[in-house]
T-cell receptor, first 113, second 113 residues
Framework: KNQVEQSPQSLIILEGKNCTLQCNYTVSPFSNLRWYKQDTGRGPVSLTIMTFSENTKSNGRYTATLDADTKQSSLHITASQLSDSASYICVVSATDSNYQLIWGAGTKLIIKP | DGGITQSPKYLFRKEGQNVTLSCEQNLNHDAMYWYRQDPGQGLRLIYYSQIVNDFQKGDIAEGYSVSREKKESFPLTVTSAQKNPTAFYLC????????????FGPGTRLTVL
């Protein structure tokens, strides 16, 4: 069964600290992996999208890595800010189609001052 | 401003009533989608449309209906046949349905009283 599992479920860190969120998937075949940021009560916003051949991709203080062999991805946030408080969602696509995405449940990140 | 708008932000419905959620985009995107988000779960696809006057069922279409009479608009009707409609509903669009980033609206929170 195609699944995307994220860990931890929730995380609290102090402002200025770094953190890493994990995503494991069993989706096969594999087309691409996406990370979204979702503020509470808002729609998700795309952070990165990686295909099979890409190992790492950055978007400002956000860096995503992908290991297609182990079917794992991570999202590293550097020098966290209060505005980073949100849910971070990992999404995997078995095909090139946006209507066949497998969504993770997300990691809820809280940044404390 | 370019983007996707959803209305209303909050919606309350009595059991047995149909309600329609609005979704409008001015991004000139061909593809549009409706998702449902429940606490602790990944997004689930309700319906999607690749082009005007065409739409397809997603994973959880039962109890929902849509129309796509204009490129900019993709309204979702939650019918009385939907047994558990209380959820956060998200509309999204993308240039095409393949390999392109989805842009999300701010969401509508539907509560059945």
């Amino acid at each position: 069964k195609n699944q995307v599992e994220q860990s931890p479920q929730s995380l609290i860190i102090l402002e200025g600290k770094n953190c890493t969120l994990q995503c494991n998937y069993t989706v096969s075949p594999f087309s691409n992996l996406r990370w979204y940021k979702q503020d509470t009560g808002r729609g998700p916003v795309s952070l990165t999208i990686m295909t099979f051949s890409e190992n790492t991709k950055s978007n400002g203080r956000y860096t995503a890595t992908l290991d297609a062999d182990t079917k794992q991805s991570s999202l590293h946030i550097t020098a966290s800010q209060l505005s980073d408080s949100a849910s971070y969602i990992c999404v995997v696509s078995a095909t090139d189609s946006n209507y066949q995405l497998i969504w993770g449940a997300g990691t809820k990140l809280i940044i404390k001052p | 401003d370019g983007g996707i708008t959803q209305s209303p932000k909050y919606l309350f419905r009595k059991e047995g009533q149909n309600v329609t959620l609005s979704c409008e985009q001015n991004l000139n995107h061909d593809a549009m989608y409706w998702y449902r988000q429940d606490p602790g779960q990944g997004l689930r696809l309700i319906y999607y449309s690749q082009i005007v006057n065409d739409f397809q069922k997603g994973d959880i279409a039962e109890g929902y209906s849509v129309s796509r009479e204009k490129k900019e608009s993709f309204p979702l009707t939650v019918t009385s046949a939907q047994k558990n409609p209380t959820a956060f509903y998200l509309c999204a669009s993308s240039i095409f349905t393949s390999g392109t980033v989805q842009f999300f609206g701010p969401g509508t929170r539907l509560t059945v009283l």
